[in-house]
C-alpha cells in the first residue's frame, strides 16, 4: 500500500536525517529501533511458544516438561500419561509447520541463523516482512509440540527480518543495512536469552568463523541492551539457569579435567555436526513432498523420546536438573547416550526442515557432555567439584563455542545464562582447546572464512585474487647466493661485482642464513670474521612462502626496503622479490582483474579524484566511508608515494584516491572525493 503524503514526508525525512548523522547518532537511533524490535519480537515468540507447549504437550499430549529457573523452574517432569500420543503430536505439528512455511515463506525453513547470515553477506534489504510472522508461528508449533530446536534461531532471524525492513524503509546504504541486519540477529538472540553482552558479540562474530565484524560491535551493544531491557520488562531479567555466582574455580588440579571436557565436547561438537548436515541432506535429496519432510522428522523425534523424554523441546529444564544436583537421579548409561540422543532428535526435528534453532540443541547437547564427564570422574578422580554445575556450565561453552565459531559470544552468553563469571578462566582452557580441535568445520553453513572473503569487503576495499596471490608464484630466481662457508673477502668482491647493495647468505644445506651487505666491518663481536655466514645478519624483512602478494608489499614498505628473500617452511631460500618488480606485477593484475571486475559488476569505470577542501574523508579509514554500492578504492596517491588501499587505511588531507565504481554511481563517488570537473575519469578498456 502506497504511503501517505505526510508519512511518505515524514519517512524521506528521517530517512535523509539519517544519511547526514554522525557514526555514534546514527547507531543510536537505528540501535534502539532494532532493539526495540527485537525485543518486542522475542516477547511474542516467547509467548506463543508457552501457549504451544501447554496446547500440544501439556494438554492433549498430557505431558510436562521440567522447566528452568527463569521459566518457574518446575523440576519435576510428569510422566507419559497418554505416550501413544507423543509420537503423533510431534509428527502431525511438524505437518502443520511445514505447510504453513511452504505456502507463505519457504525461507523460514530450518534453523534460521544460517539464513540471517546469508541474508547479511548476500542481501541485507532482502528479507521479507512475511518471514518473521510466519517463523513465529512455526518455531512456536515445532518446538512447543515437543520438536528438538532452539528458540535463538527463530528469535534472531525475526529480529533480522525487522531490521531489514528498516533498512528497506529508511533506505540505508548497503553497508548500514549489514550491519543493522547484524546487530538485529545479535539483539535477538540476546533478548531471547537475556544475555545484552552476549548478543552484541555475538552478531559480530557469528559472520565469520575466523574473523569477527568490528564495526557491528557497537551499534550491536544499543541494540542488545534495549533488546534486553524491552524483554527482560515483560518477561524478568533473571538468568534462564538462575544465580550460579557460588561455583568457583579454585583448584589448579581441576584444569585437567576442564582441559577433558574440552575434548570430548569437540568430539561431540563434531558428531553434531556431521550427523545434522547428513540427515539434512538425506531428508533434502528425499523423493518425498517438502511439506511432509517436517512430519517424518517429528515423528521419529517422538518415538525417539518415549525412550529419552530429555530431547522434547528445548530441554533447557532438563539441564537444570542436572545443574541443581539430580545428576545422580540418572542411571550412567543414560548421561552418556543423552547427547548422543538430543543430537539424533534435533537433525530429525530442524535437519529435516523443521522451523527451531540448533544454538540451543548445541548448548544442551555440551551441558549433557559436562554432566557425563562429571559423572565418570566424580567417584575416583581427585579434586572434581562436588556439584556437576561447574562441568556442565563449562560443557555448554566448550561444545558449541567451538563447531559454533562463535566461542567469546559463547562464553559470555553461558556466563550471563548462568549468572556466573567465577568459570570463564577454566572454560577459556576448554573453549581454546575445543576450538583447535574442530578446526575450520562449522555447523553454519553460511559462515564465510574471513571479512576479505565477505562480497561487501572484498568488492569495495580490495581486489582478493590479486591480494590473495601466493608470494611464491612469483618470486624470482637471486641474482646472488652466497654460501655461509665462504670466505667473507670473496663473498664482498662478489657482491661489489655484481653491483648488490647486499646478497642472501645459505648454509651447505639450502637453508636461510640471513643478509650480508656489501659494506660491513670485518670485526663481530671482538673477533675477525672470516665466512659470509659470520658476517650475515638476521636483520631485515623476510616473507614466507606461503605469505600473499599485499602482505609482502606491505612487509617491504614497513622495512622501507628495496628488496627481501623468500624463505620456505622448511628454512631453504626459494627466491628473492623487490619492491619494485611486486608494485609492477601488482599493476599488471589490477589491470587484468579490471576487465574481471567489468564482466562481474557490470560496466566498471575508473575514477581519479583529489579530495576537496575540508572534506569529511579526512581522518576516516576506507572502511569507515559510506561508499556507494559496487565501489571499490583501489590505491590512494599521497605526496608521490602509491598506497594500495586496505579496509584501515586512513585519508589524509590532499590524498588522491583511485576508485573503481559503475556508472551511475559516479556521481555520488564525486560528492565524497571531489568535484567531477577535477577528476579523471575512464573504463576499463582505457586503462594505461
Known amino acids: 500500500m502506497p504511503l501517505s503524503s505526510p508519512l511518505l514526508s515524514l519517512r524521506r525525512s528521517v530517512a535523509a536525517h539519517i544519511a547526514r548523522a554522525s557514526y555514534l547518532r546514527k547507531w543510536l537511533v537505528l540501535g534502539i529501533l532494532v532493539g526495540a524490535a527485537a525485543g518486542l519480537g522475542a516477547v511474542v515468540f516467547v509467548n506463543a511458544f508457552d501457549l504451544a507447549t501447554h496446547l500440544l504437550l501439556g494438554v492433549i499430549g498430557g505431558y510436562t516438561p521440567p522447566s528452568p529457573a527463569s521459566e518457574g523452574g518446575t523440576l519435576a517432569a510428569g510422566h507419559f500419561s497418554r505416550a501413544w500420543a507423543i509420537p503423533l503430536i510431534v509428527g502431525l505439528a511438524g505437518l502443520a509447520s511445514a505447510l504453513l ?17 546469508a541474508a547479511v553477506h ?58 543493522a541486519v547484524t546487530i538485529g540477529m545479535g539483539a535477538g538472540i540476546g533478548a531471547i536469552f537475556r544475555t545484552p553482552l552476549g548478543g552484541a558479540v555475538l552478531g559480530a562474530e557469528i559472520l565469520y568463523r575466523r574473523d569477527i565484524e568490528t564495526a557491528a560491535i557497537v551499534p550491536g551493544l544499543v541494540a542488545s541492551i534495549v533488546g534486553f531491557v524491552v524483554f527482560g520488562a515483560v518477561e524478568g531479567f533473571a538468568p534462564i539457569f538462575g544465580y550460579h555466582a557460588g561455583l568457583l574455580f579454585d583448584r589448579p588440579i581441576q584444569l585437567v579435567y576442564y582441559a577433558l571436557i574440552g575434548i570430548v565436547a569437540a568430539l561431540v561438537g563434531l558428531l553434531y555436526e556431521k550427523t545434522f548436515w547428513t540427515v539434512h541432506n538425506v531428508f533434502g535429496r528425499s523423493s518425498l513432498p517438502r511439506w511432509s519432510r517436517p512430519a517424518l522428522g517429528g515423528l521419529l523425534v517422538g518415538c525417539l ?24 537421579m540418572f542411571p550412567l548409561w543414560l548421561v552418556l547416550l543423552l547427547p548422543l540422543a538430543k543430537i539424533l532428535a534435533t537433525s530429525f526435528s530442524i535437519g529435516s526442515g523443521g522451523s527451531g534453532g540448533i544454538f540451543g540443541p548445541g548448548l544442551v547437547i555440551g551441558a549433557f557432555v559436562g554432566a557425563g564427564v562429571w559423572r565418570v570422574l566424580e567417584h575416583f578422580a581427585p579434586g572434581v567439584p562436588l556439584s556437576p554445575a561447574p562441568f556442565v556450565i563449562v560443557g555448554m561453552m566448550a561444545c558449541f563455542g567451538s563447531v559454533g565459531h562463535i566461542p567469546i559470544a559463547t562464553m559470555l552468553m553461558v556466563a550471563e545464562i548462568t549468572g556466573n563469571l567465577s568459570l570463564l578462566a577454566p572454560a577459556m582452557v576448554a573453549v581454546g582447546i575445543a576450538t ?136 631453504h631460500l626459494i627466491g628473492t622479490t623487490t619492491s619494485e618488480d611486486l608494485l609492477r606485477r601488482y599493476t599488471r593484475l589490477v589491470r587484468a582483474s579490471m576487465r574481471r571486475l567489468d564482466a562481474l559488476a557490470g560496466r566498471g569505470v575508473l575514477f581519479e579524484g583529489r579530495l576537496s577542501p575540508g572534506s569529511d574523508l579526512v581522518g576516516k579509514s576506507v572502511a569507515q566511508v559510506g561508499w556507494p554500492p559496487d565501489t571499490l578504492v583501489l590505491s590512494v596517491r599521497r605526496g608521490g608515494e602509491t598506497l594500495f588501499a586496505t579496509p584501515e587505511t586512513t585519508i589524509e588531507r590532499d590524498d588522491e584516491l583511485v576508485v573503481v565504481t559503475r556508472p551511475e554511481r559516479l556521481e555520488e563517488v564525486g560528492r565524497l572525493i571531489g568535484p567531477l570537473p577535477e577528476a579523471a575519469v575512464s573504463t576499463p578498456g582505457e586503462l594505461p
Open 122 to 179: 548476500h542481501d541485507p534489504k532482502g528479507i521479507r516482512p512475511e518471514t518473521s510472522l510466519v517463523k513465529i508461528i512455526a518455531s512456536a508449533i515445532t518446538i512447543g509440540s515437543g520438536g528438538s530446536g532452539g528458540l535463538e534461531g527463530p528469535a534472531g532471524q525475526i529480529s533480522a527480518g525487522f531490521a531489514s525492513f528498516f533498512a528497506r524503509f529508511f533506505d540505508l546504504s548497503q553497508d548500514d543495512a549489514r550491519i
Open 305 to 328: 523420546a518415549l525412550v529419552f523424554p530429555q530431547v522434547l523441546g528445548t530441554g533447557y529444564g532438563w539441564v537444570q536438573k542436572m545443574m541443581t544436583g539430580d545428576l545422580l
Open 101 to 117: 512455511v511452504n505456502r507463505f515463506a519457504p525461507e523460514a525453513a530450518g534453523h534460521g541463523t544460517d539464513a540471517a547470515i
Open 436 to 571: 583447535l580441535i574442530v578446526g575450520d568445520r562449522h555447523i553454519f553453513r553460511s559462515q564465510l572464512p574471513s571479512r576479505e572473503d565477505a562480497p561487501a569487503h572484498r568488492f569495495r576495499f580490495g581486489l582478493t585474487p590479486v591480494g590473495a596471490l601466493p608470494i611464491s608464484s612469483i618470486v624470482d630466481e637471486p641474482p646472488l647466493v652466497l654460501q655461509a662457508d665462504e670466505p667473507a673477502p670473496a663473498a664482498l668482491a662478489r657482491i661489489e661485482d655484481a653491483g648488490l647493495p647486499s646478497a642472501p647468505v645459505v648454509s651447505g644445506d639450502g637453508s636461510y642464513v640471513g643478509i650480508l651487505p656489501a659494506r660491513v666491518e670485518a670485526a663481530v663481536e671482538g673477533r675477525t670474521a672470516s665466512t659470509a655466514g659470520d658476517l650475515a645478519t638476521a636483520r631485515g624483512p623476510v616473507i614466507a612462502a606461503d605469505s600473499t602478494l599485499d602482505t609482502a608489499i606491505e612487509l617491504l614498505a614497513l622495512n622501507r626496503a628495496t628488496w627481501a628473500p623468500v624463505v620456505a617452511a622448511n628454512g
